[in-house]
Nanobody
Framework: QVQLVESGGGLVQAGGSLRLSCAASGRIFSNNAMGWYRQAPGKQRDLVATITSGGSTNYADSVKGRFTISRDNAKNTVYLQMNSLELEDTAAYYC??????????????WGQGTQVTVSS
């Protein structure tokens, strides 16, 4: 199993910043990807940003230029720096760990989520 501990959510005014963290432990091996997804009430869970163990990143168009994903491989921790937050960024944010093996997806674990609320 993989345990994911998320932190950093909260209430912030529009235009403000927050930093999310997600620490992974357990069955952690090289060649993996970690990322953040978000889900607003009544909507599907969508990709925010991902980063591989090699450092390759991918962002949703809606957050490009405002959010930055990074990771500390020594700590098995991924971060999401969120700047210029907008009301539409309000959602529960979920950390995802994906283990790859021989180029294929082996297993996936999700965190329990952390709420981000942006107020006007």
């Amino acid at each position: 199993q993989v345990q994911l501990v998320e932190s950093g959510g909260g209430l912030v005014q529009a235009g403000g910043s927050l930093r999310l963290s997600c620490a992974a432990s357990g069955r952690i091996f090289s060649n993996n990807a970690m990322g953040w997804y978000r889900q607003a009430p009544g909507k599907q869970r969508d990709l925010v940003a991902t980063i591989t163990s090699g450092g390759s990143t991918n962002y949703a168009d809606s957050v490009k230029g405002r959010f930055t994903i990074s990771r500390d491989n020594a700590k098995n921790t991924v971060y999401l720096q969120m700047n210029s937050l907008e009301l539409e960024d309000t959602a529960a944010y979920y950390c995802k760990y994906s283990q790859l093996r021989a180029g294929k997806l082996d297993y996936v674990y999700w965190g329990q989520g952390t709420q981000v609320t942006v107020s006007s």
